[in-house]
Nanobody, 120 residues
Framework: VQLQASGGGLVQTGGSLRLSCLAS????????MGWFRQAPGKERQFVAT????????YYSDSVKDRFTVSRDNAKNTMYLQMNSLKPEDTAVYYC??????????????WGQGTLVTVSS
């Protein structure tokens, strides 16, 4: 599975962005999907994960109630709607396919990342 994340950019505090993760090479129906992020000088951090069917999703405490993960298996695409953005959300955001987990080690496929910058 090849994953390509897109939709990042520069936004002001309180603004919104929607990230997309387009898969190719294989259907994503058989994979849980996740979003992770990595800020400069920090470790990769779990953001959200969504089950294969899309019926369940889990979030880190830092983004809960602000971010929403969704997927459209027919389009082989996952999304991350980010609202009420804060400067601490600034990071490169990565999408991944694998098992439904908080742990990046449980994901087999990774996209290249898309940069989100939130200005104060």
């Amino acid at each position: 599975v090849q994953l390509q994340a897109s939709g990042g950019g520069l936004v002001q505090t309180g603004g919104s962005l929607r990230l997309s993760c387009l898969a190719s090479g294989r259907t994503i129906n058989n994979y849980a999907m996740g979003w992770f992020r990595q800020a400069p000088g920090k470790e990769r951090q779990f953001v959200a994960t969504i089950s294969r069917s899309g019926n369940s999703a889990y979030y880190s405490d830092s983004v809960k109630d602000r971010f929403t993960v969704s997927r459209d298996n027919a389009k082989n695409t996952m999304y991350l709607q980010m609202n009420s953005l804060k400067p601490e959300d600034t990071a490169v955001y990565y999408c991944a396919a694998g098992r439904n987990s908080y742990d990046p080690e449980n994901y087999d496929y990774w996209g290249q990342g898309t940069l989100v910058t939130v200005s104060s």
